[in-house]
């Protein structure tokens, strides 16, 4: 789903395109269209949105600060209905307005126990009503109208490195014409105030001190201009401290106004800002962030508002991080996790309207005679289907029925029809029959490992010169081994010989032919041997014997 943020501003328009997949958002593309002196916002707003390569989906926007108010409220329920009139209840007695004329939503922030802690955000019908009609003017239909408070807070809670902090934290969003200061504290929105100081003051100042015309005193703002903080004046020449000082003189307000703002942030929640940060077009003026932090004694720190919730790793450049944050925060506002809980300024009688009025239903003919034309061919291809498969089941079975007969000779009929229906008894009936014929083909089967085979093998090996006589040879698988298995079984051999040189040449050839020989210790005997005065020995061999021991 496409989604287009959307912040009116009154030097230009800019807008944040994301995407919107399963939970899950990319930011798309950002636009911005500088408004002329004359020319109308939402005018140019539709040709913004005509000049897209992809219609959005859904359009978000945010009502002016000034044109809203919030209540941060405890109630003792965690029903919805329950809250929705007691919400009610309660801006009856705090707020100077008719009920017909105030309009409201509200977000639940958190709820402990039976408990809930409520965000409500009020306005005027007539805001609502003015601010869709100038949308509907130009044929754009806004899906989402928040607040400018909601639409920081959703940016905020989308970026780890500030949603996870737990002090408070001010965000300043100076524009061309006006300011914002938001606190929030652990994710939950505290505070906003709008003043009437922006870009623009920068620029009339310039104007005033030089004399030049205001289009290049906005130039040289944008090109040459700075302010000095306190730290860094002794370092500059005169001329760079009479333009930084008509910088700070006219910064005094913002100043004073955001002392005071923390100052009753502290009251509130009893802790100090732990610091602020800084956005939108002003914020980009060399200095500015040193020369407030000095001022204020509070860290100033830039607000990377693209490049903070970016999935990609994407960084964007400083005047898109600082320009695009209500737009983007607006957008955020519809995603996934946050629609939800949004506040929702275009519910109730500001719904956005179906498009209908009286229908024609002759436009059902094409479509109706196409779903019927697709339907039978749907119908026809499922009976083609069902007629292949039955024939090709029957050849199956008759192929299945022939083979049965086939490898058990001599079965009825009915053994090969319960065969076939239960084929976990023909897959039984087929492995005992071919065992049997396993077994039948090593009783048939001529082998080579014979003991006598061994014993030509080994005396072909042993040297006719040499005075040996086998007194014991056993060969072969204990009684208990089934027939047929691939165990040589076990070999023990004694043999007699005239002297240990003997002994040890007929070890030598048997340590070829037997597997983990062991030689027994020599045994004299009392006869002597071949020379008459040495006497013969008896020495015996055990291990397995090996498969090339054998020979061809």
Known sequence: MRILGVDIGTSSIKAVEID????????????????????????????????????????ATAIRTSQSSFRNLQLPTKDRKTIQSTVSFELEDELPYTEDSLFFDFSIISQVGNSSKIHVATTLKPHIQNLISQFQSFQIEPDLITTEFWAIRTLISRMTTLSTLTKPIGVIVCGNNRSLFYAGNRNQPLSIREIPFGGADLTTAICRKYGIPIDQAETAKLTNGFVLAPSQRTSASQEQKDFSDQIALCLR??????????????????????????????????GLGRFLSEELGIPVRPLLSLSGVSKSGLTFAEAVDAGFTLALGSALALTKGDKSSAIQLRRGEFAKKAEGGSFDFSHLKQPVLAFCIVYACFLLSQFYQNWEYDSRLKQTNAQLEKSVKTFFTGISAGATRTYLSKPQDLKKAIHRDLEKQRELARLLTQTNRTPLKYLKALSQAINKESSVDLVQFQLGSSPNQPYGSDDLGD??????????????????????????????????????????????????????????????
Request: charge should be neutral.
């Open 253 to 286: 307000d913002l100043v004073r106004e955001v002392r005071q703002f923390s100052m009753g942030i502290r009251a509130n929640t009893g802790e100090a800002l732990d610091a602020l940060y800084l956005t939108g077009g002003t914020s980009l003026l060399p």
């Open 491 to 552: 070999l023990s051999m004694s043999f007699i010989v005239d002297s240990a040189a003997v002994a040890d040449k007929i070890s030598s050839i048997l340590s070829s032919r037997i597997d983990g020989i062991q030689k027994s210790k020599p045994e004299e005997l009392a006869e002597l041997g071949s020379d008459g005065k040495s006497k013969r020995l008896k020495i015996t061999f055990t291990g397995k014997p090996m498969e090339s021991a054998y020979g061809n």
């Open 20 to 59: 919107s997949t399963f939970g899950r958002f990319e930011i798309r593309e950002y636009h911005e269209k500088v408004l002329a002196a004359d020319s109308n916002p939402y005018e140019a707003l539709s040709q913004l949105i005509a000049s897209l390569p992809k219609k959005p989906d859904r359009i």
